[in-house]
């Protein structure tokens, strides 16, 4: 141990004798003794403890933590002497000055990272990690470090040194040479020579740096897609996931809400078996507006009475979508039909304690009615999802007071400017809080006129974003936990 390597044995009076004699020309601190003193990396003096006046006179006072003042910003380069200074000037072994991991840990490691970077600056290295292979060849290193090792105090605080870093954990019990890791560098007998050679003298600087810097994880989520027709649309079953990351942005579809509102095409219990198998994917079931129109009373009957069972299967989260649609001009008959299977799908969502997901297409009187169907069948508190919302600002309005719960869908209308260029101004008045992402995929395309698809979440993140001038992440965030918190997912 170094420690060990800083004490001698007795000294004769001969060796006083002749310390005498050269006590005219000596360093501050070095000892007048010739066989005494060691020879110090960085000074022409010679040291009975050069670890201690290195660590003192030479470098920053924070790169030994365990025997450094934290409060006074002092190195003393042994732990009784600390001790000896804080009964001294702090009046007792005060916690607050002494290096804690809890207390000092980040800020430490992030100050020995700043050291590190100045030190590689001065070099010219681009990277911090050069300075390992400068040590490993230099010859001058070898001689003076190959014998050396850590003391049992240095190794706690290199091992933080190492996990903050994301670096390997057990190079903290090897010997600083060869340097296998920045935790190598950390010595402080190559440190000292890395100073030397590097000209880098300042100890007072202190600068701060996170040489990990831990990627951005943004997590979407898709509140509306139709995984059924996805599927016959790019011949894929799968839920996809993004593949690209940039900038150390890390994107995921947290999870997906799939659509299955055509009875006839609705899955069997071994498909939905097999599409819970993607632990992101959660289903919905109900009667589409459309479907409604050219059906018997009888099988619209047979529907909702199977709609019900379907609607107790495993990770199921809604009714729907459902609710009117005049886009096709339905004669009156149908229209009232769709609002009567509106209704009784309303009724079994209360019953069921299910969020409704709406879709609502025409004009502000078919949004009126769609109102009404609902607030007449569910309480004031009932969650609903309002499906590829592109009304008015004041039917948002009037839909949030009937259904405070309720979230407006933004769906790639957005993306489409030329087309939808009123959106735009709608989702600037809209609160983020009542929004959610959703793609209707494959039924509408990208901005470039690609196919649709869940991964179409970020760009509907990016534009948002851009609107509400907030960051991408937030827009991911807040939409999020709105979709979790309307569909009451608690685990993904």
Not at 51 to 58: F, G, P, S, V
């Amino acid at each position: 141990m170094d420690e060990d390597l800083d004490y001698e044995d007795y000294i004769s009076d001969k060796d006083e004798t002749e310390a005498q004699e050269t006590k005219a020309k000596h360093i501050n601190g070095a000892t007048l003794v010739k066989k005494r003193g060691r020879s110090c990396p960085l000074c022409k003096g010679k040291f009975t403890h050069p670890r201690r006046h290195t660590l003192r006179a030479h470098l920053p006072w924070y790169l030994y933590p365990s025997t450094a003042c934290w409060s006074c910003k002092l190195q003393f380069g042994q732990a009784r002497f600390v001790q000896i200074h804080m009964i001294e000037v702090h009046s007792s072994d005060d916690v607050g000055c002494r290096y804690t991991d809890e207390q000092y840990e980040q800020k430490w490691v992030e100050l020995v990272n700043g050291y590190l970077k100045q030190i590689s600056n001065a070099f010219g290295f681009k990277e911090v990690s050069q300075a390992c292979d400068y040590v490993n060849q230099n010859i001058r290193f070898r001689d003076s470090c190959h014998q050396s090792t850590f003391l049992d105090e240095d190794i706690s605080p290199i091992l933080s040194f190492n996990r903050i870093n994301h670096l390997e954990p057990d190079t903290a019990y090897m010997k600083p040479y060869p340097a296998v890791s920045l935790s190598s560098l950390l010595h402080w007998k190559v440190l000292s020579l890395l100073t030397l050679d590097s000209g880098y003298l300042d100890t007072s600087t202190e600068q701060r740096l996170q040489l990990y810097i831990p990627p951005v994880k943004i997590n979407y989520v898709d509140s509306h897609f139709h995984l059924e027709k996805l599927r016959r649309r790019v011949g894929s079953s799968d839920f996809p996931q993004f593949n690209t990351d940039k900038d150390q942005i890390k994107n995921f579809l947290q999870f997906g809400i799939s659509n299955y509102c055509f009875p006839k095409k609705w899955p069997s219990s071994s498909e939905r078996e097999k599409i819970r198998e993607d632990k992101r994917v959660r289903l919905t079931f109900g009667l589409h507006p459309r479907t409604v129109n050219h059906e018997s009373p009888r099988t619209l009957q047979i529907w909702l009475e199977d709609l019900e069972g379907l609607l107790d299967s495993k990770k199921v989260v809604a009714v729907g979508e459902c609710g009117l649609d005049i886009t096709d001009r339905p004669s009156s008959k149908d229209f009232e039909k769709q609002k009567d299977i509106l209704r009784k799908q309303a009724r079994i969502a209360k019953q069921k304690r299910l969020p409704v997901v709406i879709h609502c297409r025409g004009n502000y009187d078919t949004s009126n009615e769609c109102l009404r169907c609902l607030t007449a069948n569910l309480p004031a508190d009932h969650h609903i999802h309002r499906h590829c919302f592109n009304g008015s600002y004041a039917e948002y309005i009037k839909w949030k007071i009937a259904f405070p719960e309720v979230k407006f869908g933004i769906s790639p209308f957005l993306l489409n400017e030329i087309k939808y260029p009123q959106f735009r101004e709608l989702v600037c008045k809209m609160e983020l809080g009542d929004l959610l992402l959703e793609t209707d995929a494959p039924y509408l395309p990208g901005a470039d006129g690609s196919t649709g698809s869940p991964l179409l979440v970020k760009d509907l993140a990016e534009k948002i974003a851009n609107l509400h001038n907030v960051s991408t992440e937030e827009v991911a965030r807040i939409t999020t936990d709105n979709a979790k918190k309307l569909y009451k997912i608690k685990e993904l």
